[in-house]
């Protein structure tokens, strides 16, 4: 039966998410609560520019006083589209304290301060959901909490950030330049306010926080997921990616180790085989891998980013909220009761590849076999490609078959088995300090094999 006094909803943030949220509330109206139970208000619209004008808003409702919204006292619902740390922390923190539910796609907040919030939020029997948050419109947060809650998750591996996926798909299709394809981005809404979030990874690190923290039930913070950006991933690396079969992507992966006692979560960018489903993941696009126990492997794949697919996820939690106000329940809280010890990079087992630039003469080969051997990481195929003396242009490779002139430079590709994170940069060091390394062109994990 239809409740008729209606749910409250204050909506913070009216920018790229809160204004699409705010048109669906309006237009799904009747859908909305026909699916909760009773009808959705929104109570209020926390800005910062009241003067801009915002279609299908009433601007009656719109304030710059988040802060007295919140406190207000007969908000049922508070969805937090703001992002950054502050003010959203605090005013999530008052939410639950003036007896409000809250709804964020705020994944910075969620890797930085999850604990606390949740926390908060069970202080007061409120809910905290946060679907959003990770790979947008993708059901995934709920799949990981509520789904495999009663399997084992192994392994998270994929595509969580649509700004470099678009970047990067956009350099390796139509050989872009890399500030290009970022101004497209941003002018999309793919795009972090301040897009070095996107590029140097902390985004993509924030949602494995958040996806490791969940899958393995342990509290995985920021600060606990090694981070490379995509910013110095150069056309040569998809020229050498492509000789191997492969492409580039930013991934986001999380492990259990092999004894299952420890994780680690880690953001970089990987060679991954044209082959891999991930590889095929254009755009902005996000694509998610969950390796478990008894189900194997699940593929969740969707818009990662955008005002509209990430409203999508914003009004599903909406209403998985009221419904909860409408029951007197809550859903699930954080878990992380299994607290595994969160591992270093060093830890993480993987292949390599690694671009170097040698000098061009007998016993080079043997010197750099022996540095890989002698850190335990064992070499798969090596490649050499000659340059002529005087010129910085790469010559055909006929080793031994009287190709390469001696005296020049050739840049050497080795291509590692399964090594530790840890031996393989103890190997990187060692070959720096040869005289006939000239320098080390690039490193690039190999994921997805
Ligand atoms: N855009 C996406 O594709 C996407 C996808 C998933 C998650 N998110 C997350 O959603 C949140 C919002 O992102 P967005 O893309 O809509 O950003 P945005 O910059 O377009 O919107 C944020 C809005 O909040 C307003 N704001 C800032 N401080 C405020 C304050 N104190 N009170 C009221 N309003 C204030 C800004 O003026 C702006 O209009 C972020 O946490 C972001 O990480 C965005
Ligand atoms: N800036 C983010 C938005 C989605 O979280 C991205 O590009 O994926
Ligand atoms: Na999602």
Request: proline residues 4%; aromatic residues 4%; hydrophobic residues 45%.
């Amino acid at each position: 039966m239809m409740r008729t006094r209606p749910l409250k909803v204050a909506l913070l943030g009216c920018g790229v998410v809160g204004s699409e949220v705010a048109r669906i509330m309006t237009t799904h109206a009747d859908d909305l609560a026909a699916r909760i139970g009773a009808p959705v208000e929104l109570a209020g619209v926390a800005v910062r520019r009241p003067a801009k004008v915002r279609e299908g808003i009433d601007p009656s409702l719109v304030t710059t006083d988040a802060t007295a919204l919140v406190k207000r006292g007969d908000i049922d619902v508070v969805v937090e589209v703001i992002g950054g740390i502050e003010p959203a922390r605090s005013l999530i923190t008052a939410a639950f304290e003036h007896g409000a539910s809250v709804v964020s796609a705020n994944k910075a907040l969620l890797a930085q301060d999850g604990a606390a919030l949740h926390a908060a939020a069970e202080e007061h029997g409120r809910d905290l959901y946060y679907e959003a948050a990770v790979a947008g419109a993708i059901p995934l947060i709920r799949p990981l909490r509520e789904s495999l809650a009663g399997d084992k998750v192994n392994r998270v591996l994929g595509i969580v950030n649509g700004t470099t996926n678009f970047i990067l798909d956009k350099m390796d299709s139509t050989g872009a330049g890399y500030q290009e394809a970022l101004d497209e981005a941003t002018a999309l809404g793919y795009a972090e306010a301040d897009p070095t979030a996107d590029v140097e990874g902390f985004d993509a690190a924030a949602k494995a926080a958040i996806l490791a923290g969940i899958a393995f039930h342990t509290r995985v913070r920021l600060d606990d997921v090694h981070r490379e950006g995509m910013t110095e991933v150069t056309a040569a690396d998809f020229r050498s990616a492509k000789e191997m079969g492969c492409t580039i992507k930013l991934l986001a992966i999380c492990e259990r180790s092999a004894d299952g006692t420890a994780v680690t979560a880690r953001v970089h960018p990987a060679m991954i085989p044209l082959s891999h489903p991930l590889a095929s993941v254009r755009g902005a696009y996000n694509a998610v891998f969950v390796e478990s126990d008894a189900a194997g492997q699940l593929m969740f794949y969707g818009p990662g980013a955008g005002g509209s697919p990430t409203a999508s996820a914003v009004l599903g939690d909406l209403v998985a909220v009221c419904r909860n106000r409408l029951n007197g329940a809550t859903g699930p809280g954080e878990s992380a009761y299994a607290d595994l010890t969160v591992s270093p990079m060093g830890e993480v087992v993987t292949r390599y590849h690694i671009s170097l630039d040698v000098a061009d003469k007998p016993g080079v080969l043997a010197q750099v076999a022996t540095v890989f051997a002698e850190h335990g990481v064992s070499i798969d195929t090596v490649r050499q490609q000659s340059r002529n003396p005087g010129s910085g242009d790469a010559v055909a490779i006929e080793q031994g078959g009287g190709g390469p002139r001696e005296g020049g430079e050739a840049s050497l590709v080795v291509v590692t088995h399964r090594a530790f994170d840890a031996s393989l940069s103890g190997t990187v060091e060692a070959l720096r300090k040869l005289d006939t390394v000239r320098g080390v062109a690039s490193i690039m994990r190999v994921e997805g094999e």
